[in-house]
């Protein structure tokens, strides 16, 4: 059971100041930051309590809204668990891609940097509790929160342009990019269903393995 005298934490006690301070509709800005809260409350109830012990009515309790306004926004937990892993994902894109800018033009150098990148992050155990709730959430709404659960297409997409762009500059004119970054996806999520289960990813592992997948994929035989 829960301990409800338990002290609110940071993310639930920050989301009171979205609340209206008067009767009427919320500005802009304060539409805006119950959103955000909403969020990120959602997503610390679903993942200490779970998808079916959360309610609707626990997060605009703990928001400190009222339950219309939560459905307003949302019509059930399945679309709210979607937009929760969405927002989830873009937070950790944004950080784990300050350093893009200052990759060298090898195309080689880049796909070792976002593999290990993928790597260590898919094994964070922040990450892997949302991944729990993705798979646990998956298929109860019109929405599966698993069609691209972490940004899989994304990812795909943007493997497959660096390999494009930066590809010709190292000899390489690939017939078809797309095709090369789905294999490197497929490689990364072969080799995290069955090592990222037994914990976190140290950068020296996840490197190390980086560099192989990279080396296999680029060099063929060469690489054995």
Do not use: C
């Not at 798979?135 to 660096?162: C, H, S």
């Not at 560099?211 to 680029?218: A, G, K, P, W």
């Amino acid at each position: 059971m829960t301990d409800t005298s338990a002290a609110p934490s940071p993310k639930i006690k920050k989301a009171a100041t979205a609340r209206p301070t008067k009767r009427g509709r919320p500005s802009h800005e304060q539409s805006a930051a119950i959103s955000e809260a909403i969020l990120a409350v959602a997503a610390e109830l679903f993942i200490k309590d779970g998808f079916d012990n959360t309610s609707m009515e626990a997060i605009a309790n703990a928001v400190g809204i009222p339950k219309t306004t939560l459905y307003k926004r949302y019509s059930d937990k399945a679309a709210l668990v979607n937009d929760v892993i969405i927002d989830q994902v873009a937070s950790w894109s944004q950080v784990a891609s300050r350093q893009d800018s200052r990759l060298p033009n090898d195309l080689k150098k880049r796909l070792v940097h976002h593999t290990t990148t993928i790597l260590v992050w898919s094994t964070k155990p922040d990450v892997r509790a949302v991944m729990r709730l993705a798979l646990n959430a998956a298929g109860r709404g019109p929405q599966d929160v698993l069609t691209d659960f972490f940004g899989y297409t994304d990812m795909i997409a943007f493997m497959g342009n660096e390999i494009a762009v930066y590809g010709p500059a190292s000899g390489i004119n690939a017939r078809d990019p797309e095709r090369i970054a789905h294999a490197i996806m497929a490689m990364i999520s072969g080799w995290l269903n069955i090592r990222g289960m037994s914990g976190p990813v140290s950068a020296k592992e996840a490197r190390s393995q980086a560099e192989f997948m990279i080396n296999l994929l680029m060099g063929g035989v060469d690489a054995w």
